[in-house]
């Protein structure tokens, strides 16, 4: 069985291997979308530019519901790493909007001038359709919901504009609420999704699908270069109908899109100092997002991370109590052979076992209902399922039940923040470990300072681990949300034309 399993593995690796020929195309052809910066610094700011519309634009699109050219450039920015947006034109003729270009919701959506009562609306730019001569009016009504807000409004047609490339008959909502903080200290005005039909609300045609129906890029490809360099006067670059040969260096690793909607494929395991963690050693989903900030994962990994790079969670006390109450009988389980995935069930602490049907999991993940009694649920259900990872991966070394109870308890004080801010010591860096994700049999390195996002300089900069837990449940999980941080250390191309996304790494 083992020679089998290698075998295949050999076989995948070797078709990895055939798929990853870069694309670059002819640059005259391309069609830029410059990165511009700016900066911010307080801690909370970046609650607001990462981790709460971070969340808000995920929480939607789980719903399920380059060198020198002559092409076009629009002018994107880099805020403080944790937002990446850009400069669109939408109408004739063209109202300028700043937009967050999405890889991980579909819809095109601008605040509208009929948005009366939401406060946010006031502090944006707003469309008008009133003087827009290409305006044709649609009036069916779109909402999008959110984990931290939400829009709703209603669709138009317009042209939209991205440097000398105009996109016609384009369908885009014009939110008339705009509701909470979220949006309203956000530094753009709204939102470009570059994912797939298949989650887009509405049905509506995607921007992207439009510019290859109307011929407007020579090849189905866009890719992204993000410059994580706050210092540096370009933000990056979002090139469409190619890539630019002078942002990356070596070959691209491509793997194919595993399920359409979002940018999805196959990931193997995370390593931590070059040391597996075993939790993704049997496959993990995973996502190349430019709409998320951080790195989303499992919660048994991003604690493993957390507690490697000294980063401080609130969820200890929670943890400790769950180990100290059921750490024995999961050993128990384990060693009479149990099924991992059964064992939270079994112990009626989850209402799955993975046999099920969770296309739409990640919706109850964001907590879609709200109550406190399916809150505290899933927390319970999170924590077994934590434990009984971590569990696993120290029997697998014959360590005894005290070991193993002990560095459970230990690894509960690193559990994340709920919010995805876990603080470390900005003088520590050096010594933090290099952490790898697999994918198509290539391990992708993160330093510390890569993986890290400091905020200020000096005695009063503060340091945040880039990490943030995610627990999906299988068929969907475990999954893993590769954002700005991944992307800023690997220039990715999104190859619409043969479904499926590469890496390289960026210059």
Not at 55 to 69: E, I, K, L, M
Not at 109 to 119: E, R, T
Not at 232 to 240: K, R
């Amino acid at each position: 069985m083992g020679t089998i399993f290698k075998t295949s593995q050999l076989l995948l690796c070797i078709w990895f291997l055939l798929l990853s020929t870069a694309y670059s195309g002819p640059n005259d052809r391309l069609v830029r979308v410059g990165l511009k910066k700016r900066k911010i610094d307080k801690l909370n700011q970046l609650g607001h530019a990462g981790s709460n519309e971070g969340g808000a634009r995920r929480n939607h699109g789980f719903r399920g519901n380059f060198g020198s050219s002559d092409g076009d450039a629009i002018a994107l920015s880099n805020y403080m790493d944790a937002q990446y947006f850009g400069e669109i034109g939408i109408g004739t003729p063209p109202q300028k909007f700043t937009v967050v270009f999405d890889t991980g919701s579909s819809n095109l959506w601008v605040p509208s001038a009929k948005c009366y009562f939401s406060v946010a609306c006031l502090l944006h730019s707003k469309y008008k359709s009133s003087q827009s001569s290409s305006y044709k009016k649609n009036g069916k009504s779109a909402a999008i919901h959110y984990g931290t807000g939400s829009i709703s409004g209603f669709f138009s047609q317009d042209v939209i504009k991205l440097g000398d490339l105009v996109v016609k008959e384009q369908d885009f909502i014009e939110a008339t609420k705009e509701p909470g903080i979220t949006f309203l200290a956000a530094k753009f005005d709204g939102i470009l999704g570059l994912g797939f039909q298949e989650i887009s609300v509405g049905g509506a045609v995607p921007v992207w699908y439009n510019m290859v129906k109307q011929g407007l890029v020579d090849e189905p490809v866009f890719s992204f270069w993000l410059n994580r360099n706050v210092h540096g006067d370009e933000g990056g670059e979002l090139v469409f109908g190619g890539v630019d040969t002078n942002h990356f260096k070596g070959k691209h690793t491509y793997v194919p899109v595993t399920q359409k909607g979002y940018w999805q494929f196959e990931m193997g395991d995370v390593l931590i100092d070059d040391k597996p963690t075993g939790f993704c050693a049997k496959g993990c989903a995973a996502i190349a997002d430019s709409g998320t900030s951080l790195l989303a994962g499992p919660t048994a990994v991003v604690t493993k991370i957390n507690q490697a790079i000294g980063a401080a969670g609130i969820m200890s006390q929670q943890c400790k109590s769950f180990i100290n109450q059921h750490g024995k009988t999961i050993i128990d389980m384990l060693l009479s052979e149990t099924r991992p995935e059964k064992i939270c069930s079994q112990m009626k602490l989850c209402a799955f076992d993975g046999s099920q049907d969770t296309s739409m999991i990640i919706e109850s993940v964001v907590d879609k209902n709200n109550g406190k009694s399916s809150r505290v649920h899933d927390e319970i259900c999170s924590l077994c399922e934590t434990a009984v990872v971590w569990v696993e991966n120290k029997l697998k070394r014959n360590e005894t039940e005290e070991e193993i109870i002990n560095h459970a308890d230990q690894l509960c004080d690193r559990l994340p923040s709920p919010m995805g801010q876990s603080a470390v010591d900005c003088n520590s860096l050096s010594s933090m470990p290099i952490v790898a994700f697999t994918i198509g049999c290539k391990t992708f390195n993160l330093s510390p300072q890569e993986y890290i996002l400091k905020i200020g300089e000096g005695a009063k900069a503060q340091c945040i681990s880039g990490f943030t837990a995610l627990d999906v449940a299988p068929p969907r999980g475990p999954l893993w949300i590769l954002g700005d941080i991944f992307m800023g250390k690997y220039h990715t191309v999104f190859d619409y034309g043969k479904s499926r996304v590469g890496f390289a790494e960026a210059v």
